[in-house]
């Protein structure tokens, strides 16, 4: 060891949230990969054939949105110790999460009895639109879990008891992770509420 | 936020608590020290092993297809014996000799020189030579050799099905991938295959991500980013190349999988299999290839950047030597990482994509050559007129070089679309592939594992042993490869079961004998290196403190495998890795990165 060594502290806290924004550009480029695959596959004409979006996307898009303002006062709110707010904040954007993924399902649904199906269709741009509004639903859903998990951690904290000097202890520790939670949970489903509008209007003007 | 600082705060009292109790573990078990163990140290000697396995069974594979290439009209019951599912009156069977080489490709491709490579290093230097006491997240770290295991279970269980393995060649391309009725090995096992890439992907990501944010978040007090070692640099450029690309052939393989089970038709267009026309209409073959290749040029990066890293450092150490051009070899590291990205469509000048496209990617190609170039010029400046220990890192560093050179030649030729024309889907692909990134890549990481294995096991490997191991490994390696120039030049296509059907193959038989018996001694020969690595690390000489006189800091931090790497403060570094032979009136010919500048280098403006 050196002799002129001295105390110097590692970021780690620095590092997981740079490590999310790694993570989100790796998602990026999983769409970005959709997307130009439906560009090139569009240019080859053949029988790409538009079909019209189901109004109930636009519900959707608003419900993401609206829960990512719905998270983001949680995440403040955590910041200033208002578990309260906090918890109802992560329940609210739990609920709208999943009428999301309801929402998309209903879509698909829809689309369906349009004649807009996934097997043997003839038409690409059906396919593709499946697909693609799929991965990201699949990736919201995974989001939803998370938050389940960190609603009920935060549900937890409230209705635990703070007499006694261990659980302040252990709340105080367990605060800090509630707060890489909300942190990190924040940032991913802002970027899926980004992500989902990027891909609605980019298949809006598309097909 | 307060865990983080906790955790490390534990790290801390526990490093401290082994400086004083003298290397004791408290409540460490067998399980939690060697097997789960959130050591970066561990964890890369766990990747190290698991890469040692699949190189076993990778070559060994492609000894078994050499044989049938090389005695094409001989029988062989012992092979039938031990292999009895792949072999009918002493013969390779032709689904399984296409299974073998599909399989022979993603092992080495994938699973040793991709995931074993870059994991075993990453894991081992990065914490270590930037000065840190863990990577960002050792649980992330854990996970990624976790999901590699499972990925190799998934993969290795493969080959037992009775249906073979996947034997659509490691690129996979659709219809042969598609369709599970187009050949015995495109229904399960390509279903395995698919299973156990998604499963590989998830654990380089989490080992991409983690390395490249350990390195720009965790580097100790004086450590810039250009006071890093060449080994961290490439490391880093390796984990964003493999971000940016492997998410794309997660989209790739979704389409892949949505076209084999629920019958889209995104890859596959207008197919008639046994006089039936299938329902697919209006995909696109061409598209995968797009998509596959934007991943799959980059991978080969993926595979040469680390051993370039490894080679710049250990060439420096060896020759005593400051390397020659650091920032050159930064910025030519930059320029390759970028042009991976712009190259991809040379791997399909001839499947029929528009040939205007194909001169911007030969230019595009044609451009690699000079970061390459860059980096070879600095690696043989570095060589020259230095103090050179001729040790075996050394051997393998050289010809490594020699390797890379040889072999980026040829790719000068193949980058041109009109040359291309002719030598596509030959031998001379094969030759140019397996010299530049397959041989060339193992030598690097050999390079790798000789050098820093008295950081992993405190004890040091044998010389005599890697003499004969490097010796018969560097001229076996162009005995297998240097021929194949010739036999693609001649048009003998690859992929191919036997050429006793062509006339006009017939002189190469003997030239295929010569190839085949090359490659089943250097398979042999790499037992020589297993055998000097297992023992060494019982029996060898036991290894100093800096066995070779280095700058960097993971010779700073105490041998062995203390948990939290330095039992007290983390090292101050205060200046590059490179000061070999700084000053003649000096005792050492070295001065780690912790010693302070003295007041005339002060003044000295770097």
């Known amino acids: ?207 | 936020m307060q865990t983080s600082t906790s955790i490390e705060s534990h790290v801390d009292e526990h490093a401290q608590h082994q400086a004083h109790g003298g290397g004791h573990h408290h409540t460490e078990t067998f399980i939690s020290k060697y097997i789960f163990s959130l050591d970066h140290k561990t964890i890369g000697k766990q990747f190290l092993t698991l890469g040692m396995l699949w190189a076993i069974v990778g070559g060994g594979l492609s000894v078994l297809f050499r044989v049938q290439l090389g005695w094409p009209d001989e029988t062989f019951p012992i092979l039938e014996r031990i292999f009895s599912s792949w072999f009918t009156d002493g013969k390779l069977n032709p689904e399984a000799y296409y299974s073998l080489v599909t399989m022979h490709g993603t092992i080495m491709v994938f699973f040793v020189l991709t995931a074993s490579l870059s994991g075993t290093f990453a894991n081992l230097l990065v914490p270590l030579q930037i000065g840190a006491r863990d990577m960002a997240s050792p649980l992330m770290n854990a996970l990624s050799f976790w999901f590699f295991v499972a990925a190799s279970i998934v993969m290795f269980s493969s080959l037992f099905l009775s249906s073979g393995a996947a034997s659509a060649g490691w690129t996979i391309y659709p219809p042969l991938s598609a369709l599970p009725q187009a050949s015995p090995g495109s229904g399960d096992g390509m279903t395995f295959w698919l299973i156990a890439v998604v499963l590989f992907v998830v654990s380089t990501l989490l080992g991409g991500l983690n390395y490249v944010s350990t390195i720009l978040n965790m580097r100790t007090k004086g450590m810039t980013m250009f006071k890093l070692p060449l080994t961290v640099w490439a490391i880093l450029f390796t984990a964003i190349v493999g971000i940016l690309s492997f998410p794309v052939l997660v989209s790739c393989v979704v389409l892949l999988i949505f076209d084999r089970g629920l019958g889209t038709s995104f890859y596959l267009s207008n197919i008639v299999i046994g006089g039936k026309a299938l329902p697919f209409a209006g995909g696109s073959p061409i598209l995968f290839q797009h998509l596959f290749w934007f991943l799959g040029h980059p991978e080969v990066y993926i595979v040469i950047l680390p051993a370039m890293g490894i080679v710049s450092e250990v060439l420096a150490v060896q020759s005593r030597k400051p390397i020659f051009g650091y920032q050159a070899m930064i910025f030519s590291l930059l320029g390759i990482t970028v042009l991976s990205f712009l190259v991809w469509a040379h791997h399909m000048f001839l499947s029929g994509m528009n040939p205007f496209l194909g001169s911007l990617f030969t230019l595009f190609t044609l451009l690699i050559a000079i970061p390459s170039a860059i980096k070879v010029f600095n690696w043989i400046t570095t060589l020259w007129r230095g103090n050179i220990r001729i040790n075996t890192p050394t051997l393998f560093c050289i010809g490594f070089v020699s390797l890379f050179i040889s072999g980026g030649l040829t790719g000068i030729w193949l980058g041109n679309s009109t040359i291309d024309i002719q030598l596509h889907d030959t031998y001379f692909v094969v030759a140019h592939f397996h010299i530049v990134m397959g041989v060339a890549a193992f030598f690097g990481m050999f390079a790798g594992i000789y050098h820093w294995f008295p950081r992993m096991y405190g004890r040091m490997m044998n010389e005599t042993l890697g003499f004969i191991h490097f010796t018969i490994t560097f001229i076996g390696a162009y005995v297998i490869f240097w021929p194949m120039h010739f036999l693609g030049m001649a048009g003998v296509p690859r992929r191919y079961y036997t050429f006793n059907e062509f006339e006009a193959f017939a002189q190469y038989d003997d030239l295929n004998k010569v190839i085949s018996i090359a490659a089943i001694v250097v398979f042999l020969a790499q037992f020589i290196f297993l055998i000097n690595y297992v023992w060494s690390i019982f029996k060898g000489k036991k290894a100093t403190q800096n066995p070779w006189k280095a700058n960097t800091l993971e010779w700073d931090a105490p041998m062995g495998n203390l948990h939290g790497n330095w039992p007290g403060e983390l090292p101050e570094v205060h200046r590059w890795p490179y000061d070999y032979s700084k000053f003649a009136d000096s005792e050492t010919d070295f001065i780690p990165q912790t010693v302070p500048l003295t007041e005339a280098e002060k003044n000295e403006k770097h």
């Open chain 1, 1 to 207: 060891m050196s002799s002129t060594a001295i105390k110097y502290k590692n970021n780690t806290q620095g590092a997981h949230r740079f490590t999310m924004y790694l993570f989100i550009v790796t998602t990026s480029m999983i769409f970005a990969g959709f997307t130009s695959a439906f560009i090139v596959q569009k240019g080859r004409g053949g029988a790409w054939t538009s079909f019209g979006i189901p109004k109930i996307f636009i519900l959707s898009t608003i419900l993401i949105i609206t829960s990512s303002i719905f998270l983001q006062i949680a995440h403040i709110a955590n910041k200033r110790g208002n578990m309260k707010l906090t918890t109802i904040g992560l329940f609210l954007t739990l609920v709208l999460g999943s009428l999301f993924c309801v929402c998309q399902i209903e879509g698909w649904k829809q689309l369906n009895d349009l004649g807009v199906y996934l097997s043997f269709n003839p038409n690409p741009a059906g396919p593709y639109f499946l697909v693609i509004t799929f991965v990201h639903a699949l990736h919201v859903s995974v989001a939803v879990l998370f938050l389940t998990i960190a609603f009920f951690h935060s549900l937890f904290l409230l209705k635990k008891p703070t007499d006694s000097n261990i659980v302040h202890k252990l709340e105080s520790n367990e605060k800090g992770l509630l707060a890489i939670r909300t942190d990190l949970l924040t940032l991913f489903w802002h970027f899926m509420g980004i992500l989902w509008l990027y891909l609605y209007i980019f298949l809006s003007f598309n097909l």
